[in-house]
């Protein structure tokens, strides 16, 4: 008798599953295809540039996807014969480095003074904040901060271009840094003053390690800007050994002469794959923090 009892949720259950409308299945079939057809644009290319930089001349011209004949050797050529190409790599990543510690220092300091500390006229720096996201800033203010940097002596300085590039994404860090902070409990900040730790050591030893994975999250901005910057760099310097990878590959140009298409492709993977491996380290913190709201508000 249990036994017949206990078999008829079961019965129940199969019965509700098989009157279910396939509307369902349709919509999450949809939804996946939309979804790989994104990751296909995305990916595409990229391996096709992979795929490029690895073939021999006579498979480059033929247009075939995957090549009969592998040649490693365009690496070689196109770090012999960009002389500064060494150079140019250091200063993206000298650049890239330095941005992304200015920026983040800076979005966690504004960002933990505007929720728990309360300075006065913080709303109105957030308004501010908040109306800079919808102007073009940097092709506004392409000429003033080419004069900015004329009057400090800047120009045709690597160094020179942090201070513009620290100013590219500040404005978007800083609210996310806000908004991570107001995930943190007040009662948590307010106990840590009550046991004697003053502002600093509270947000190092309190805020910080709640915030971990907001500042995952600016790391990955900012240093994807940082690492792909063209207008800037290419407009506050001159000499070739100044500037950043982005420059030199827009500089090389491809055809049947010197510069073959898997010569250039061998360019583009050495500019694009810093900022690829690094997002694929990062990507389960850079997701959770969006999770948690850092992108909130």
Not at 273 to 290: S, Y
């Amino acid at each position: 008798m249990s036994t017949a009892l206990e078999a008829v949720p079961y019965d129940t259950t199969l019965a509700r599953l098989r009157r279910r409308p396939p509307s369902r299945n349709r919509g999450a079939i949809v939804r996946h295809a939309v979804i790989i057809l994104f990751m296909a644009i995305i990916l595409l290319p990229l391996a096709w540039v992979l795929i490029m930089s690895v073939k021999s001349l006579p498979d480059a011209m033929t247009g075939a996807f995957w090549p009969t004949q592998f040649d490693f050797t365009h690496y070689g050529y196109v770090l012999h014969n960009i002389a500064t190409l060494p150079i140019n790599l250091f200063n993206s990543i000298y650049v890239t480095t330095s941005t992304v510690i200015i920026t983040s220092i800076c979005a966690v300091l504004a960002g933990y003074a505007l929720v728990h500390l309360r300075p006065r006229g913080g709303g109105v720096l957030v308004a501010i904040l908040l109306m800079s996201l919808y102007f073009p800033v940097r092709v506004v203010s392409l000429i003033a901060v080419y004069q900015i940097q004329n009057f400090l002596g800047l120009i045709n300085s690597t160094s020179g271009l942090i201070l513009p590039y620290v100013t590219l994404n500040l404005a978007i860090s800083v609210l996310i840094m806000r908004s991570m902070f107001q995930l943190v409990p007040r009662e948590l900040i307010e106990a840590a003053t009550i046991d004697g730790a003053g502002p600093w050591r509270t947000l190092w030893m309190v805020g910080l390690p709640m915030v971990r994975n907001g500042l995952v999250v600016i790391f990955i901005v900012n240093f994807v800007t940082a690492w792909g910057e063209y207008l800037l760099c290419m407009t506050l310097t001159n000499d070739q050994v100044r500037r950043t990878m982005p420059v030199v590959l827009a500089s090389v140009e491809g055809g049947l002469g010197e510069w073959s298409w898997p010569n250039l492709a061998a360019v583009y993977v050495i500019v694009v794959a810093p900022a690829v491996i690094a997002f694929c380290f990062a990507q389960k913190l850079f997701f959770k923090g969006l999770n948690e709201g850092a992108l909130k508000g």
